[in-house]
């Protein structure tokens, strides 16, 4: 204690929670280094201020979880290492507790998402390698895949075009084995609407529903004009050569 009874020093301070706070005070208010070990099991190892962890310091869970970074007013701030039992693990961004900018999270089964990151969720662009060999390059909104992206499965196989919740939503161009095409429109992961299917000089046209083909078009004329308003806006690409096709499909 100080000349005026007010703690300064090192000290223990123990709350009627059972939470235990050593470190050193100033003025009764705790600044610096310090180890608070929360009764439920949770330890914080760091920096403080004004009593809240504040700067540099390590936080272990009870149920193996470890946190190593920086943190503002007790809340995970900046850059920060996070660790979980199953030895998954985020290195990145974060903003008031949460992962907010780019950061990289490994998966315990070998898949890694490297991206931005709001709110605790994957939203943004982002690249997702997964441990089978695959790889979706692209745009997220709250962990799925929503917004135009690349899917490759192998070399012989690949999606370029629109997501919504983890599917293929709106046009697309899909390239399978034998470098076989299909240029058209997606619904809820299905084949909805005109199409144009290439398979090495022949050419076919169609309309699919629910990722069945309806109706076959015989002419490009006749393909043109069954195009609807939305549909309207992509008939350049339906246009295109096969080399055309695999320049964009390259690129993106």
Excluded: P, R
């Amino acid at each position: 204690m100080d000349s005026q009874g007010l703690k300064e020093g090192f000290g223990i301070k123990i709350w009627k929670n059972k939470d235990i706070l050593k470190g050193i005070f100033s003025k009764n208010i705790i600044k610096g280094w310090g180890i608070l070990n929360y009764f439920k099991g949770d330890i914080y190892k760091g920096q403080f201020q004004n009593e809240k962890a504040s700067g540099f310091g390590e936080y272990y869970h009870e149920n193996g979880g470890i946190y190593i970074g920086y943190w503002d007013n007790s809340y995970q701030e900046d850059i920060g290492i996070e660790i979980w039992s199953d030895n998954s693990k985020y290195i990145g961004q974060y903003l008031n507790g949460k992962k907010e900018g780019i950061g990289t999270f490994y998966i315990e089964d070998g898949s890694i998402y490297k991206g931005e990151w709001k709110n605790n969720l994957i939203n943004g662009y982002g690249i997702f390698k997964y441990y089978d060999g695959k790889i979706y390059m692209g745009q997220y909104k709250n962990n799925m895949m929503c917004g135009f992206g690349n899917f490759i499965w192998n070399q012989d196989k690949k999606y370029s075009g629109f997501y919504k919740n983890d599917k293929k939503d709106g046009f697309g161009i899909f390239k399978t084995k034998g470098n076989k095409y299909f240029i058209g429109f997606w619904k809820n992961g299905k084949q909805e609407g005109v199409g144009k299917f290439i398979v090495d000089n022949i050419i076919k046209y169609g309309i699919w529903k629910n990722g069945q083909k309806e109706n076959e078009i015989i002419s490009e004329e006749e393909f043109i004009n069954s195009f609807n308003s939305y549909e309207a806006k992509y008939i350049n690409i339906f246009q295109w050569n096969k080399e055309k096709i695999e320049n964009f499909m390259n690129f993106t």
